[in-house]
């Protein structure tokens, strides 16, 4: 069963902006923060947006002030814009529950940031 999918990645040059999309099972993770992980070559899953079902939405310092989470309740659908992109966003972004249990993890989908 699929329960979620993330889209919008792909290879841009630092300063460029992307807006991810996830699609989710509103079975799964109706009433559940929502966040957006990122991983990198080497480096451990980290958490660096979420949006409570309230709108309430917290960022990572890393992140702060460049990208933007939100969410389409009508589309089950949370989105993750980012704005002046860095080498170092470079990873694999992935949505899901923001707190633990999590759901199944998805394909997730790949952004690459050249300098």
């Known amino acids: 069963q699929v329960q979620q999918v993330e889209s919008g990645g792909g290879l841009v040059q630092a300063g460029a902006s992307l807006r991810l999309s996830c699609s989710y099972s509103?079975?799964?993770?109706?009433?559940?923060?929502m966040g957006w992980f990122r991983q990198a070559p080497g480096k451990e899953r980290e958490l660096v947006a979420s949006?409570?079902?309230?709108?309430?939405?917290s960022y990572a310092d890393s992140v702060k002030g460049r990208f933007t989470i939100s969410k389409d309740y009508n589309k089950s659908t949370v989105y993750l814009q980012m704005n002046s992109l860095k080498v170092e966003d470079t990873a694999v972004y992935y949505c899901?529950?923001?707190?633990?249990?999590?759901?199944?993890w998805g394909q997730g989908t790949q952004v690459t940031v050249s300098a």
């Open positions: 509103e079975s799964i993770f109706s009433g559940n923060p």
């Open positions: 949006i409570t079902s309230r709108g309430f939405r």
């Open positions: 899901n529950r923001a707190t633990r249990p999590y759901a199944y």
